[in-house]
């Protein structure tokens, strides 16, 4: 018979013998092993736990609009000290390694982009348990629809997501919005 990896954990603690086995990189000794799938934590000098929130921003699109938005918001969330990655939804099969989600999706005739939607009902019950920003991406010559379009609201309702905002060619403002998710994620987390 073959044994594997745990039988050499003879004398060794579990962590240990897990640590080994998966190649789990060595923590310091302050920081907590909760955090290692979905942020990279580090000692601080008060000895807490310091956590970089980890967020997925993904769209649907179809004419490339939708992805320009969500790479000037994947950047400034960057620049504000967030461990980032941008992918369009159709591509997206696991969020649960991700803190935070912004979907964004394009709106044609008053109809929110059919790959954001079907992201958001694949992964509802998941993203129902962390924090979710929605956008919109619009035409800049196109009237600009006074709030969500019915299938962003209804995904709004759905995903108790903290907000929605409407873009069209305006980088300033989603830059700015950006700041105000990476404000409102913690950075440090105690343990
Ligand atoms: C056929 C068509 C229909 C559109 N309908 C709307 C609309 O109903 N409301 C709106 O604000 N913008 C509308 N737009 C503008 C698009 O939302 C805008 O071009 C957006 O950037 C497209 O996103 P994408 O480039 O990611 O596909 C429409 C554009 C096209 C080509």
């Known amino acids: 018979m073959t044994s594997v990896g745990v039988a050499g954990a003879k004398g060794r603690t579990w962590e240990a013998a897990l640590s080994g086995l998966w190649s789990v990189p060595a923590q310091p000794q302050s920081c907590c092993y909760r955090h290692v799938w979905s942020v990279t934590p580090r000692a601080t000098s008060e000895g807490r736990c310091r956590v970089t929130p980890r967020v997925l921003v ?10 320009h938005i969500a790479e000037v918001v994947a950047g400034q969330l960057r620049h504000d000290g967030l461990t980032v990655d941008v992918a369009p939804a ?3 099969n696991d969020v649960e390694s991700y803190d935070a989600v912004v979907l964004g999706g394009a709106v ?3 109809h929110w ?9 694949r992964h509802a019950v998941a993203l129902q348990h962390r924090p979710v920003w929605l956008f919109s991406a619009v035409g800049s010559g196109e009237p600009q ?7 962003a609201l209804q995904t709004m309702v759905r995903l108790h997501a903290r907000a929605h905002e409407t873009f069209s060619t305006d980088v300033p ?3 700015a ?5 990476a404000h409102s994620l913690p950075a440090t987390a105690p343990h």
Not at 58 to 67: A, N, S, V
Not at 145 to 151: D, E, F, I, L, T
């Open 177 to 181: 919005w950006a700041d105000t998710i």
């Open 58 to 67: 993904t769209y649907g699109t179809t004419d490339g609009g939708t992805r």
């Open 113 to 121: 982009h059919d790959d954001a939607r079907r992201f958001a009902r």
């Open 108 to 110: 044609f005739d008053s």
């Open 90 to 92: 159709l591509e997206i």
């Open 145 to 151: 629809p006074a709030g969500p379009v019915r299938g």
């Open 173 to 175: 403002s989603m830059r």
